[in-house]
């Protein structure tokens, strides 16, 4: 007997939520032979840079006044920086703004600011020049923001794998722990999420608001020393 098309319909619907349910049957069965795990690393580094930010701040009636007032400064910073060896490609602008000041409550308009964020790096094994760079930046009459301590793009790669591979294996230790435990044995990796990895530019000195003979003082003092990056991982391993 030859079934109409909504009878047809109706069976493909009931024949696909069976297998749906079967589906879903086999993976809570699969879950929970499996484990989740965190692994973690630290490890210590010794920073081959000094990032030494400057900012350049100026006002003025109109925007091309407290533009005009900022660039005569910013070129002065480079001259300072190139008569001590700098590349003027090396002289990085992080950011640069001009934006209208208003008189409040009034609100009616006070000036215009202006405003430039510089960075050079010194190699970590030249740290003496740093009290050089500051006073090139002061002299100009640029601020000194603050000096970091920071990692080249060729450790960063180095650091960040030595520091993943460390966490992989952390969490590959605990994972035959626990199946241990369990009285299971290990499986196979089912999958790997990457959590974290912990570097950010560590801060060696804050000179916002300091006086100039205070960060000079202060810049003459900073050696790079180790510092620590971390990463995390999260395994799931089937134990069997």
């Known amino acids: 007997m030859k079934m109409d098309k909504s009878t047809q319909i109706t ?14 049957m086999n993976f809570g069965v699969s879950s929970k032979n499996t484990i ?7 490890i210590d580094v010794t920073p081959d840079l000094v990032g030494v930010y400057f900012s350049v701040d100026t006002q ?14 910013v070129e002065n910073l480079k ?14 602008t992080q950011s640069y703004n ?3 000041e208003y008189n409040y409550p009034a609100g009616t308009l006070k000036g215009y600011r ?3 964020s510089l960075r050079v790096e010194v190699p970590a094994n030249q740290s003496t020049r740093i009290g050089a760079v500051v006073d090139a930046g002061l002299d100009s009459g640029a601020g000194i923001g603050y000096i970091n301590f920071e990692l080249s793009q060729e450790n960063q790669n180095k650091y960040k794998t030595e520091a993943m591979k460390l966490a992989a294996q952390d969490a590959t230790a605990k994972a035959e722990g626990v199946a ?10 089912v999958s790997v999420t990457i959590n974290d990895y912990g570097y950010v530019p560590w801060l060696a000195y804050d000179a916002s608001g300091v006086p100039a003979a205070e960060a000079r003082e202060a810049a003459t003092s900073i050696v790079p020393s180790e510092q620590e990056i971390s990463a995390s991982v999260t395994a ?3 134990i069997r």
């Open 11 to 24: 069976l493909i619907i009931v024949v696909g939520i069976i297998i749906l349910a079967l589906i879903a």
């Open 236 to 238: 799931v391993f089937k």
């Open 98 to 100: 001009i934006y209208p």
């Open 114 to 116: 202006a405003t430039h």
């Open 79 to 92: 001259d300072e920086l190139i008569a001590l060896g700098f590349e003027e490609d090396e002289i990085q």
């Open 180 to 189: 241990e435990g369990l009285g299971k044995s290990l499986g196979s990796l």
């Open 60 to 73: 003025g009636a109109t925007a091309n006044g407290a533009g005009d007032k900022n660039s005569e400064i």
């Open 36 to 42: 989740s795990v965190v692994g973690t690393a630290t």
